[in-house]
């Protein structure tokens, strides 16, 4: 067995074991008072529409072990888009604003961990989150928007098991199609249609780096909501992208000003 795979079913057999003996009850006690207080500044506290509810003992257990049909269970097949018919300029504007260490972490980020905490320490509140593309998809698919250590270890844990059981194009894949982007838009399809009219491949930078930008607060970021915060937000993108290469400083500056027409 590899040492990925005994990391991974010990902190399985530990999260079993700790909520088996009630560590959820006692876990959510201890931080409850803490929980009120670190609220994400924008992302955490976003209301999203069709939040899921609880889940029992049984569903817990059953998506570790069987995950690929409880995500089979949760997706919806219409509108679903294969990664090779998004724009690749979508792909790049997501991993580059959401996680910009897709490629090389296993489910979370240490690195982005501590980053993230030295950032909100400074700051003495949650100012930056840490949450993969890997968790957001886990936490969009299976968990509620509770905040206490166990629903974060089961994060955790669903995410290192995405990650043995999916590629990291599948992952990028369903995670695109199952992530909100405002306005009533659930996923790349309808949210290209939506807001452009048009199929998630044909999306421009300039459009793609729009839409990257509204998963963070989807609710303030949407275009028909606040059309410069949204312009705010891409701008924010299109400079994540040229630090972390996808594209050069010029083409940043260029699709900034670019005009972006939207359907309504």
Same mark, same amino acid.
């Given at each position: ?31 409850? *008072? ?41 997706? +919806?097949? *219409? ?8 724009? @690749? ?14 490629? %090389? +972490? ?18 003495? +509140?949650?100012?930056?989150? !840490? ?14 928007? %509770?905040?206490?250590? @166990?629903? *974060? ?15 990291? #194009?599948?992952?990028? #894949? ?18 290209? !249609?939506?807001?452009?009219? *048009? ?6 930078? !300039?459009? !793609? ?22 312009? @705010? ?6 400079? @994540? ?24």
């Amino acid at each position: 067995m590899s040492i990925s795979r005994f990391f991974f079913f010990t902190l399985v057999l530990f999260f079993v074991c700790f909520w088996w003996a009630g560590g959820n009850t006692v876990a959510d006690n201890a931080t409850a *008072k803490i929980s009120e207080t670190l609220k994400d500044k924008v992302n955490l506290t976003e209301q999203i529409p069709n939040q899921i509810e609880g889940s029992s003992a049984f569903d817990r257990i059953y998506r570790i072990i069987a995950l690929k049909s409880a995500v089979n269970n949760k997706l +919806h097949t *219409k509108n679903y888009t294969k990664l090779s018919n998004i724009s @690749t300029n979508l792909q790049q504007s997501i991993i580059a604003v959401e996680d910009s260490r897709f490629y %090389e +972490h296993s489910g979370f980020d240490v690195s982005g961990i501590l980053r993230a905490s030295l950032v909100n320490l400074q700051y003495g +509140h949650i100012e930056e989150g !840490a949450s993969t593309i890997t968790q957001q998809l886990v936490k969009n698919l299976f968990l509620s928007q %509770e905040r206490s250590m @166990t629903r *974060k270890a089961e994060e955790v844990i669903l995410a290192i098991d995405m990650e043995a059981n999916y590629s990291k #194009e599948q992952i990028l #894949e369903l995670y695109l199609n199952t992530i909100y982007f405002g306005s009533g838009y659930y996923g790349i399809s309808d949210a290209a !249609a939506g807001y452009f009219g *048009k199929l998630p491949s044909e999306l421009s930078l !300039a459009e !793609a780096s729009m839409l990257a930008g509204l998963p963070n607060a989807p609710s303030l970021y949407s275009p028909y909501v606040d059309f410069k915060a949204a312009k @705010t937000r891409q701008a924010i993108v299109l400079s @994540t992208m040229v630090k972390n290469g996808y594209i050069n400083p010029s083409l940043a500056e260029e699709t900034k000003t670019t005009p972006v027409w939207l359907v309504k």
